[in-house]
């Protein structure tokens, strides 16, 4: 299931460094959240969820420019606790090697700006 980690700047760092985070919830697909959205697609409930998830990130900022940033990760299902509206409780740490991708939410745009996972560790230095 592929779902969506605001994340701050140093914690960012550190699952680099760890290539493991004890991450306690995210922004996931779940059963009350697509009931509640059953208009949408697969393409559309991620997209509600990254945006989410971004608005989220803004609040884990360090500097007003750096934007909010989100890693989309694809989850296991050992990994999957209770779930509540858009939210899932982690009961694993996440593993670098489900990272698919880092979303950047700037305060002054709508869009998520998207980075593949082997640019994260060349670009992070940019997003304070």
Same mark, same amino acid.
């Given at each position: 299931m592929r779902a969506y980690l605001p994340i701050s700047h140093l914690d960012?760092?550190? +699952?680099? /460094?760890?290539?493991? +985070?004890? /991450?306690?919830e995210v922004f996931a697909p779940t059963e009350s959240f697509i009931n509640e959205n059953l208009d949408c697609d697969e393409e559309e409930i991620e997209y509600l969820l990254s945006i989410s998830a971004g608005e989220a990130a803004l609040?884990?900022?360090t500097t007003s420019k750096a934007p909010g940033l989100v890693l989309a990760v694809e989850l296991n299902d050992s990994q999957c606790g209770q779930s509540s509206e858009n939210l899932l409780m982690l009961i694993e740490p996440l593993t670098w090697n489900q990272v698919q991708c880092a979303l950047l939410l700037y305060p002054s745009e709508e869009e998520l700006v998207w980075f593949a996972t082997q640019e994260i560790e060349l670009e992070i230095d940019s997003w304070i």
């Amino acid at each position: 299931m592929r779902a969506y980690l605001p994340i701050s700047h140093l914690d960012l760092l550190g +699952f680099l /460094a760890k290539e493991s +985070f004890d /991450a306690s919830e995210v922004f996931a697909p779940t059963e009350s959240f697509i009931n509640e959205n059953l208009d949408c697609d697969e393409e559309e409930i991620e997209y509600l969820l990254s945006i989410s998830a971004g608005e989220a990130a803004l609040d884990l900022r360090t500097t007003s420019k750096a934007p909010g940033l989100v890693l989309a990760v694809e989850l296991n299902d050992s990994q999957c606790g209770q779930s509540s509206e858009n939210l899932l409780m982690l009961i694993e740490p996440l593993t670098w090697n489900q990272v698919q991708c880092a979303l950047l939410l700037y305060p002054s745009e709508e869009e998520l700006v998207w980075f593949a996972t082997q640019e994260i560790e060349l670009e992070i230095d940019s997003w304070i």
